[in-house]
């Protein structure tokens, strides 16, 4: 079991920047990914990006050259900077482990498969609005 605490949503105009930052409870697997998935009003919840550890980096489409998926393993905890934000990434933020998942490197569907992989614990959710 871990448990997971994310942080730093707000409201911003499209454009701006937040950073997130998902706190988790010390967690020792020697193979596992992080990933960050969101869900907007009445729609399904997505994959957003995802890191794994060793190093791989996936990101879905959608956000590809805004987004930066980043993860402190002495501090246990992943962060997500989201620059030039679009009223249309307004969503609930959530961040999740996947004890004993690899990313594979892919974009299109097969980018939202693997980082799906990383959704074995979740956290609690954090509010991302951003206005037009």
Not at 78 to 84: A, K
Not at 97 to 109: H, N
Request: net charge negative.
């Amino acid at each position: 079991q871990v448990d997971l605490v994310e942080s730093g949503g707000g409201s911003v105009q499209a454009g701006g920047s937040l950073r997130l930052s998902c706190s988790a409870s010390e967690y020792t697997y020697k193979s596992y990914c992080l990933g960050w998935f969101r869900q907007a009003p009445g729609k399904e919840r997505e994959a957003v990006a995802g890191i794994d550890s060793s190093g791989v980096i996936v990101y879905v489409d959608d956000v590809k050259g805004r987004f930066t998926i980043s993860e402190d393993y002495a501090k246990h905890t992943l962060y997500l900077q989201m620059d030039n934000m679009k009223p249309e990434d307004t969503a609930m933020y959530y961040c999740a482990i996947g004890p004993f998942s690899r990313l594979v490197p892919g974009e299109g569907m097969a980018a939202k498969v693997t980082i799906a992989g990383c959704g074995d614990y979740w956290g609690q959710g954090t509010q991302v609005t951003v206005s037009s």
